[in-house]
Every structure is written in structure tokens, then in C-alpha cells.
């Protein structure tokens, strides 16, 4: 079959799918894009571009409070202003989103988007159910998924009756709490920690083994060393063992290589799932 005749299903609408939508719409195919959120997916939404936005104005306070240049430029506390801030963030992520994804799908006559959940009923079929509940079919011929990943939660008792954060909530706060403690010790964790830091938030980052123990122990020892001239403080071999939530204060245990430590401080998890496409009978 030669691609001209080639219906392609694509199912998500981050950075990935996008780029199978639009090659195999270059190379001559049919393509149905399927999205049951936001267009553009994670990184523009609620992952690399806020993130970066948000560690960009973070980076810039901690420039005033302090820099190489103090003897000349004097140093001043910066006045944060998280909901103005947050507005900033907000407006570029929905001036991208439109110049990346939704404008470049609206001017592409060889693909159609699709708003809903996708899930296979057979090899070649899935049935994608609309945000207002309405059932459709797509017969497709090759399928792409580009479902993504989301937030992992940790299964840390009392966690899920609290207001906590994920990554996602934390991006989008309008506030700065004096007192966040983060969960998770890599990538997503780390930055974020950082950031709320130099925006104004006393941190505590609980590391299970230490910072970024997937990387050589000299990327987290030397992190470590700068978090910790930034008043970070970073608990290695530490696990929450239990949170609570009372008056509007987390109040987190933690049993680890430093033995039980109590605290009253806002929790964020890190760390990431993979997505799955739900799946009905499915036979080849
Ligand atoms: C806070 C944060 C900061 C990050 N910073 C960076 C960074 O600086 N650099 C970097 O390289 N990466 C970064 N990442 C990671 C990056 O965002 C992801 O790796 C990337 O977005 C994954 O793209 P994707 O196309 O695989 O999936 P996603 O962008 O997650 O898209 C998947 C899409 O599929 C949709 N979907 C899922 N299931 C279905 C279904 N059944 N039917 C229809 N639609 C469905 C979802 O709604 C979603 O829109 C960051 C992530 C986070 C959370």
C-alpha cells in the first residue's frame, strides 16, 4: 500500500505525536489526531516551557539578591509577585501552544483532530469518546501512540487525603508557600525545587538515596553543595513515611538513614509514569 492510501491514527498530541502527524502527512498519508486534554500535550502545557519560564524568573530574583557584581550593582531582596508572575508564564505557554501545535494542526488539510479518549477495540479500530460522552469509531490502517507520562504519586500513607501537589500544581500555584517540601530527588524535583527556593519558599527536597542517583554521585554531590549554600536543604536516604494535613499544615514523618524526622511543610511529589492507552478486547 503506498502511504497516499495510508489512514494513520495518532493518538496524543505532545511533542511526539506531533512529529509522526506531521511527517507521515508530509510522506502522503491520511491522518486522524486523537486528544483527550490540552492541545500540545505535556511539554508545552504543564512541563519544559512553564518549567523553564518559571526557573528563568526564578534565576533572575536570585541574580538581585545576590551576584558576582555586588560591589558595583548593589544587591536588592526582590519584591515576587507570583500571580503577575504566573500571568507572564501563562500567556507565553498559550501564545506556543497556538504557534507550535494548534495552529499548525488547523492549517494541515491532511490531518484531522479528534477531541476525546482513544481506545482499541480491534487491531485496526478504536472508539474515541468525546469530552460529551458521544461514541465514534476510526478505522485506521497504522497507529501511532504518543500517550506520554504523568505524575507518579508515591504510595506514602495519608498522602492521598492531602491538598499536595504534583508538578502540574505546583506550575500553575499562584502562591509561593514559605515551606514546600519536595518529594523526589531527579530532574522534574530538583529544578522545581530551586525554583520555588529563589522565589521565596523555605526547602526541604527528600531524597530516597541522594540527588539524581541515576547520574555519576559527583553530578549529586556538587548539586548538593550549591543547593545547600542556597539555604536547600536536601535530606539524603530519607522516605516519608506518613502525612497528614490539619490546619491547613502538612505534618510529614520520615523514617530514614537520619532516623525520624517531623516537619510541618507542604508536599510535591516527583517522578513520572508512563501513560497507557486503555485498552478494550484487543486481537490481532
Ligand atoms: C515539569 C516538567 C518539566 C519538563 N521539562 C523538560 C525539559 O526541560 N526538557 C525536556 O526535554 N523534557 C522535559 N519534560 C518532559 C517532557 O515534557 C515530556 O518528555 C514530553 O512532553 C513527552 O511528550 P509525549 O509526546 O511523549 O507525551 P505528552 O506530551 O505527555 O502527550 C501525551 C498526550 O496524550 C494524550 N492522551 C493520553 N492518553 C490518551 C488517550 N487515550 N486518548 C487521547 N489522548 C490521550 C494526553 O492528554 C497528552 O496530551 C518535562 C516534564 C515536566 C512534567
Redesign the pocket.
Known sequence: MSNDNLHIAV???????MAAALKSAERGARVTL?????LG???VN???VP??IMIRAAHVAHMRRASPFDEGIAAVEPYIDRPRLLAQQQARVDELRHAKYEGILEDNPAITVLR????FTDANTLTVTGTDGTEREVRFDRAFI????GPTIPPVPGLPDTPYWT?TTA?DSNTIPDRLVVIGASV?AVE?AQAFSRLGSEVTILARSRLFSREDPAVGEAIETAFQAEGIKVLNNTQASQIRYTNEEFVLATAGGRGTYTEHRQAEPGG?RR?D??QGDFSR
Open positions: 493518538i496524543g498530541s505532545g511533542g511526539s505525536a486523537i486528544e483527550r486534554g490540552t500535550g505535556t511539554c504543564v512541563g519544559c518549567s523553564k476525546g479518549e482513544a481506545r504518543g500517550t506520554g507520562a508538578s506550575l522534574v522545581l513520572y501513560r492507552c486503555p
